[in-house]
């Protein structure tokens, strides 16, 4: 198979496995999908002998948890964002926060990167929190009545073409994928120093949980959702 010719979210999309290859590579394939692999292995200077030969190994592995997500219908994927992702990110986001907090000013004086990590969530989880806001109340309705009746969708829209709500939620991915790239760098990829205490060991896996489960959730959305609802809505 030539990975070098597709778009990382494509691959990512045919075979969920692929997805910790890439992130073990340093590659993102959620907010970086539309990317060619040649693109990206130009722009890293690597040499991609050693990466193409994980990537077919991951062809034999099952996609993680089993779910197969490019198979699955467009109004199912969108319920198991809603009632999966963001309800994850309703209940646990800010306890999260809280701890964050708690870490940050125990464990501040030594490691001042705990500060920046902690203002680098607040914001991370506010904006998202409103981002959950816009897509559950204009561009998620608007893609199930595509499903239903893309004609009638269309003509009872609020924006001029469906195109325009997903570039805004596109950046708005972008801009958290960001945050937790900064994050993942602040903590050298959630290592756990020989100081930590149990709070601070718990911090570091679920800010680390929760990165790998936005790659998942913003991954479903860029490379999977959109591109369909875009679709569906041009051929109506």
Not at 17 to 35: L, Y
Not at 101 to 114: I, M, Q, T
Not at 144 to 172: L, R, T, W
Not at 185 to 207: E, F, V
Request: charged share 20%; proline share 4%; aromatic share 8%.
């Amino acid at each position: 198979m030539n990975y070098l010719d597709q778009a990382v979210g494509d691959i990512v999309a045919d075979n969920f496995a692929t997805s910790e290859v890439f992130s073990a590579f340093g590659i993102d394939f959620c907010c970086g999908g539309q990317k060619l692999l040649s693109t990206i292995v130009a722009e890293k200077g690597m040499d991609p002998t050693e990466l193409l030969k994980q990537l077919n190994n991951a062809q034999t592995q099952p996609a993680r948890g089993n779910f197969n997500f490019k198979e699955w219908p467009l109004e199912l994927l969108v319920d198991y964002v809603i009632k999966y992702h963001h309800k994850k990110i309703r209940d646990n986001g800010p306890s999260l926060l809280k701890l964050c907090e708690k870490v940050a000013s125990v464990h501040g004086n030594h490691h001042p990167e705990l500060v920046e990590v902690l203002n680098l969530y607040r914001g991370s989880l506010n904006d998202l929190l409103s981002h959950l806001m816009k897509e559950e109340t204009a561009l998620f309705p608007f893609i199930y009545q595509v499903i239903d009746d893309a004609q009638q969708a269309k003509a009872n829209a609020c924006f001029g073409s469906v195109e325009m709500p997903i570039s805004v939620m596109m950046h708005e991915h972008d801009h958290e994928g960001e945050r937790f790239r900064q994050i993942s760098a602040l903590t050298n990829h959630y290592a756990i120093p020989d100081d930590a205490c149990q709070s601070y060991r718990s911090m570091m896996n679920q800010l680390q949980q929760f990165e790998q489960n936005l790659h998942e959730h913003i991954h479903i959305e860029n490379n999977i959702i959109f591109p369909e609802a875009i679709r569906l809505a041009k051929e109506a």
